[in-house]
């Protein structure tokens, strides 16, 4: 299975961190307007069992995806898995560290790039270039919003 990781370093609380990235209303907020992402029913804060169906617009069209939250451990720890979608398997772990300037968010993803003629569009070259620009982004967000003294 490949993998993927990101790190991020920003000047605000684990706890605070982890709160925010446990609604999925800030989950939207953190993704690139293009992605359109929309998620359908979703609790206001994740717990572990929850499944989150939502839609994402990638490579041209809108897919279906669910996921499902298999761990929450504040301020420390979410891993989720993905129940339906494109590729077929992804596991994300998103990892809360504290460090001397406030927190790093460390992102682990597993995933196994779908087969068939689907795989030749979503290789596994192009889902890192796709998970780096989608990081990127939400660095950004991210450093804005503890700019602004939203996360502390």
Same mark, same amino acid.
Do not use: W
């Given at each position: ?28 907020? %953190?993704?690139? &307007?293009?992605?359109? @992402? ?8 994740? =717990?572990? !069992?929850?499944? $989150? ?29 993905? %129940?339906?979608? &494109?590729?077929?398997? @992804? ?8 460090? =001397?300037? !406030?927190?790093? $968010? ?47």
């Amino acid at each position: 299975m490949a993998q993927y990781e990101h790190q991020q370093r920003l000047a605000c609380s684990v706890e605070s961190l982890f709160d925010f990235l446990t609604r999925p209303v800030n989950q939207v907020r %953190l993704s690139q &307007p293009e992605s359109r @992402l929309t998620f359908f029913d979703p609790p206001d804060v994740i =717990a572990s !069992g929850d499944e $989150l169906e939502f839609e994402v617009r990638a490579y041209g069209t809108t897919q279906s995806v669910t996921h499902e939250i298999v761990t929450v451990e504040r301020p420390r720890l979410i891993v989720e898995r993905m %129940l339906h979608g &494109p590729l077929e398997e @992804l596991e994300h772990e998103h990892l809360f560290e504290p460090d =001397a300037d !406030g927190a790093v $968010l460390i992102d682990r993803i597993r995933f196994q790039p779908p087969g068939g003629m689907i795989g030749l569009l979503l290789t596994e070259d192009r889902l890192r270039k796709s998970f780096a620009d989608s990081f990127a982004y939400r660095n950004r967000i991210l450093e804005e919003l503890v700019g602004e003294g939203e996360l502390r």
